[in-house]
């Protein structure tokens, strides 16, 4: 986050879904109707700056796209949520990747099929936001870990403190709500909020993380950060896409 302002940056994948909204889920090598289908920008990254985007958060997505149709739709879809594009990296060429959604309007079940394309990662160093990039070594048995040190204009999280020695951990479990081990490893749960009637699941883990970061950087307390992304995430659910979740 950008210390002061809070721009919060999520990096990571954008794609094209492509969604099929149908009645029911269909069985193998049978012909279906779709009750509708659109194109709808997808990957965790692209999807919670929808999130945070429509929570009123100013923030800014980091991704590789490849040049093409899809691109041009998805940076176009950033920009209409007031997504801060400029650190979106356009490669020479490649594929975007693609998710072939089947949604179930009757169950709110989503089913993907996802072609992670043909696309260049992203080069820390070609960013601005990131000053160096270093891979210590760690002795055998321990996850390999890398350091990105931030240039100038941005921190990491809510100071520009030091990143802290423990983490916290969330994991959302869908129906069952989400769990986190705080950093001095107390538990805390909150509840699903599901709708009243499931209509579209798709992206609800990002719905989630994005207001849990949300909650979290405008300083709430874990409990709250977890109520608040089950609360937001449970709306999600009830509509199709992200219109109407706050
Ligand atoms: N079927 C559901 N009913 C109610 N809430 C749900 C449902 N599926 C997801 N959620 C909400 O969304 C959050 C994330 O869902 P999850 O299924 O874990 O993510 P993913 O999108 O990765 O499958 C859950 O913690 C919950 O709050
Ligand atoms: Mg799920």
């Known amino acids: 986050a950008e210390p002061g302002g809070k721009r919060i940056l999520c990096v990571g994948l954008v794609c094209l879904d ?13 012909d279906t109707r779709c009750l509708s289908q659109r194109w709808q920008r997808g ?6 700056c929808t999130v945070l985007a429509l929570l009123g958060a100013p923030c800014a997505f980091m991704g590789s796209l490849a040049p093409g149709h ?29 998710s072939v959604v089947i949604a179930s309007a009757s169950r709110g ?36 870990r890398v350091i990105l040190r931030a240039g100038s204009g941005w921190g990491w999280g809510p100071t520009p403190a030091p990143p802290p020695r423990r983490a916290t ?17 107390e538990l805390v749960h909150a509840d699903a909020c599901p709708p009243e009637t499931l209509v579209d699941t798709l992206g609800a883990g990002d719905t989630f993380n994005a207001a849990v970061i949300f909650a979290l950087s405008g300083g709430q307390s874990l409990q709250d950060a977890l109520n608040f992304g089950c609360r937001i995430a ?13």
């Not at 449970?234 to 706050?246: A, P, R, T």
Request: proline letters at 8%; charged letters at 15%; hydrophobic letters at 40%.
């Open 169 to 185: 951990l969330i994991c959302a479990w869908a129906e069952e709500g989400a769990d986190a081990m705080g950093p001095g490893g």
């Open 234 to 246: 449970g709306k999600k659910c009830g509509i199709q896409g992200y219109d109407g979740i706050v």
């Open 43 to 48: 990957g965790n990254a692209s999807n919670s």
């Open 109 to 144: 079940t989503r089913t993907i099929l996802h072609a992670s394309g043909c696309v260049a990662a992203l080069t820390l160093l070609s960013v601005p936001q990131v000053s160096s990039v270093s891979r210590p070594a760690q002795p055998p048995g321990q996850p390999d």
């Open 18 to 30: 492509i969604i099929s909204v149908v009645e029911a889920y269909p069985a193998e090598d049978t």
């Open 70 to 98: 899809a691109a041009d739709f998805v940076l176009a879809d950033l920009r209409r949520r007031g997504v801060d594009v400029r650190h979106a990296v356009l490669q020479p060429g490649g594929h975007m990747p693609t």
